[in-house]
């Protein structure tokens, strides 16, 4: 009976110590510098993007977010932001791009640069009564989504 014992704890200590020893790290990403070559009046574009995405990745990634020296980086850059109007159209157009860079350290040939255009159409009211917050964290929250896909369908 004592020798059962033995065994089992020595079995289950060996899977434990094996586990721990040769599992797959857990896959880490960092969310690096994002800068602004656009001036939207009283906001920043990039800080709404970083913090749409922390909050994006933290409730459904598998990966651990961390601040420095992680498995992925991703960084980026807001370069243009036009707001037109077509005549005889309720709508605005509010167009935003951004250049978004990606580097996975362990697996550099998973690297890709890529240019986005993030365009929304607002009506009349919504200028006139939301402030530019709202219809920037709109804007934010649809890059992050396509962010996510692309960077969680490619890794």
């Given at each position: ?112 640069t890529q240019d986005f255009e993030i365009i929304e159409n607002v009506s009349h ?31």
């Open positions: 009976m004592v020798c059962k014992q033995i065994l089992i704890i020595f079995i289950t200590s060996f899977i434990v110590f094996y586990d721990h020893v040769y599992s797959e790290k857990e896959k880490t990403i960092e969310l690096g510098n994002f800068s602004e070559e656009i001036n939207i009046p009283g906001m920043s574009i990039s800080f709404e993007l970083k913090k749409n995405l922390e909050d994006y990745i933290l409730l459904h990634n598998p990966l651990s977010l961390v601040l420095k020296n992680g498995d992925l980086l991703l960084e980026g850059k807001f370069t243009e932001y036009k707001i037109h109007s077509i005549k005889n159209y309720p709508l605005k157009i509010i167009e935003i791009k951004a250049k978004i860079f990606c580097k996975d350290k362990s697996n550099p040939e998973k690297n890709w009211d919504e200028i006139i009564f939301l402030d530019n917050y709202h219809i920037i964290n709109q804007v934010t929250k649809n890059l992050v989504m396509k962010l996510y896909n692309i960077i969680f369908n490619n890794w």
